[in-house]
């Protein structure tokens, strides 16, 4: 993240619209002091300074404003009173900008809020330029603490965001920088429609950055969360599998969201649907994928995958759904619990989602039942016919290693709820009459 350049911040710091000193001889006082009574804080130039104040001012108004310089910097160089601080503070804000000297500006900025006495309606601005001076300057912890007061008194410019929580991993401080993010965010939410996606595609790249991979399942469900797309859901998913171990029928429950969410985006992706599919015989998997993947134009006509799987598993769909038991009961035997689901598995591929969900209702019946496989199954089953309230229910059932699945469902159903809510009020609005 770059902080604001130094023609951009005298641009910007000569937008503040900083105090003027005036009225230092004697007879000026009155100007003086009106001034700083219409301003409501009267500031007190010292006897002992009002003189090197007025030399200051001498040399800025003269053709050579350069000489001014070093007075101000004598001047800063003192100790000083509060009041007589904030007058430095203001010269070398205002030669900084005469001269283009930046340094000069940093060390009005900082005097002036050392004094105590810059005006409320400059602390934001002053305290994210000091803070600006420090970042470039690396000083990361000094640039925290000043862009954190900005940010608490309000100021929203510049991308202040991403630049307070970028201080944090500057200094390899990850959880904190995260947690700087989430408050960012929250805020953001709070008082804006939305905060914009590129902050959680920030967030989810230092979360990557910090080589801590629950981290980064966190913020990269945080993204897709926000701003569900192919891209986000597929990295969320991505950065789940590196966080848990799946078996072969886990790994298809992946895929099966992933199909879901969008997110089989690369041919490779779906090579690994139809080989996982191809080991259980599901046929219907297979056909259905690969047909979604021809209409998203992902594989074309002469993809290898269209002859090596798609027909051959085109012409064993009637024979394998007619040997097909229509209902638990038909099952052979007193069928165990993975024989039940390995039948909804099945059904599950053929869009027979009520037949589908009976079979795994089935097995969770039986002795020594998975019964997170047997939930994830049901609520796979009733997400993909449309009926959400049971898919939540089963999916809060979820527990152990496909914990994170089940949630990332249960996100994507929120979703599927919240974009179908807008077009049913629409629906519902009547007609105008026919005049």
């Given amino acids: 993240m770059r902080f604001l350049s130094h023609f951009s911040m005298a641009v910007a710091l000569a937008a503040t ?3 003027a000193i005036t009225a230092l001889p004697q007879d000026a006082q009155a100007q003086k002091k009106k001034k700083k009574k219409d301003e409501g804080s009267e500031v007190k130039i010292s006897k002992e300074v009002r003189p090197k104040v007025a030399a200051i001012q001498a040399a800025m108004a003269s053709e050579a404003p350069t000489a001014a310089k070093p007075l101000v910097e004598a001047l800063l160089a003192e100790t000083l009173g509060a009041d007589d601080m904030f007058v430095a503070g203001t010269l070398a804000i205002q030669l900084g900008g005469q001269l283009k000297d930046t340094g000069l500006q940093e060390q009005g900025i900082i005097a002036s809020l050392n004094s105590g006495k810059t005006a409320a309606a400059q602390l934001p601005a002053f305290n994210f330029f000091a803070g600006n001076f420090a970042y470039g300057a690396e000083r990361w912890a000094e640039a925290a603490q000043r862009f954190q007061a900005a940010y608490d008194l309000g100021y929203r410019q510049n991308n202040i965001e991403p630049l307070l929580a970028e201080t944090y991993f500057k200094r390899n401080m990850f959880p904190q ?4 993010w989430d408050q960012i965010l929250a805020d953001a939410n709070a008082s804006e429609p939305k905060a914009q996606e590129a902050w959680y595609r920030m967030a989810r790249d230092r979360a990557l950055a910090s080589k801590d991979a629950g981290l980064y399942a966190v913020w990269a469900s945080k993204w897709a969360a926000a701003y569900p797309s192919g891209d986000s ?11 848990s171990q799946s078996d072969s029928i886990q790994n298809l429950e992946v895929l099966r969201f992933m199909k879901a969410s969008d997110s089989l985006r690369t041919a490779r ?5 139809v080989e996982e599919a191809q080991r259980k015989n ?9 047909e979604q993947g021809q209409q998203k134009a992902i594989l074309a ?25 229509q209902a638990p009961s038909a099952v ?9 689901m390995n039948f909804a598995d099945v059904w599950l591929g053929y869009k027979d989602y009520a037949k589908a969900s009976a079979f795994y209702e089935a097995g969770l019946a039986k002795a ?18 449309g009926d959400y309230d049971a898919a939540k229910a089963a999916f809060a059932k979820v527990s152990g290693t496909r914990a994170p699945l089940a949630n990332m469902w249960q996100t994507w159903i929120g979703q599927q709820s919240a974009a179908a809510a807008p077009a049913a009020a629409t629906a519902e609005v009547p007609a105008e009459p026919a005049t």
């Fill in 17 to 19: 619209g900083v105090v």
């Fill in 177 to 180: 920088g995260l947690a700087k």
């Fill in 233 to 243: 859901w597929g990295d969320a998913i991505a950065a789940s599998r590196r966080t």
């Fill in 269 to 273: 992706d779906y090579r690994e649907y």
């Fill in 282 to 290: 599901l046929f219907g998997d297979i056909v259905a994928v690969l």
């Fill in 301 to 325: 006509s002469n993809n290898p995958l269209i002859a090596e799987y798609l027909v051959p598993a085109r012409s064993k769909i009637s024979e394998d759904r007619a040997s097909l038991p």
């Fill in 332 to 340: 052979r035997g007193s069928g165990s619990s993975s024989v039940m």
């Fill in 368 to 385: 020594g039942a998975d019964m997170n496989r047997g939930y994830m199954g049901i609520g796979t089953a009733h997400a993909y016919a």
